[in-house]
């Protein structure tokens, strides 16, 4: 079973920026495609930004080339810089990996409050 760590999250002023990780493994970074979720209270979790195994990123268009999305083979970790952060962005952030349209089960995430 794929098993993920998440950490990162934490309180920041409008602005600001955070740096996300997620923990898996060399074997699952590389062949999953790893996405980084958020879930804003009282919506539906949605895709941020994922890596396909060939290295493919895709990012959500609310993203606006704020957000980067890296990998590090070495460590097993996919890693979502985050920056020029908005009131917006307030939400619990999840890491998964994927295969075709199949989800890992989700862990509980990382908070991320921007506010002043």
């Known amino acids: 079973q794929v098993q993920l760590v998440e950490s990162g999250g934490g309180l920041v002023q409008p602005g600001g920026s955070l740096r996300l990780s997620c923990t898996a493994s060399?074997?699952?970074?590389?062949?999953?495609?790893m996405g980084w979720y958020r879930q804003i209270p009282g919506k539906e979790r949605e895709l941020v930004a994922d890596i396909a195994p060939g290295g493919g990123i895709d990012y959500a268009d609310f993203v606006k080339g704020r957000f980067t999305l890296s990998r590090d083979m070495d460590k097993g970790s996919v890693n979502l810089e985050m920056s020029s952060l908005e009131p917006e962005d307030t939400a619990v952030y999840f890491c998964?990996?994927?295969?075709?349209?199949?989800?890992?089960?989700w862990g509980q995430g990382t908070r991320v409050t921007v506010s002043s």
């Open positions: 998964n990996a994927r295969i075709i349209s199949t989800l890992a089960p």
């Open positions: 060399t074997t699952v970074v590389s062949i999953y495609t």
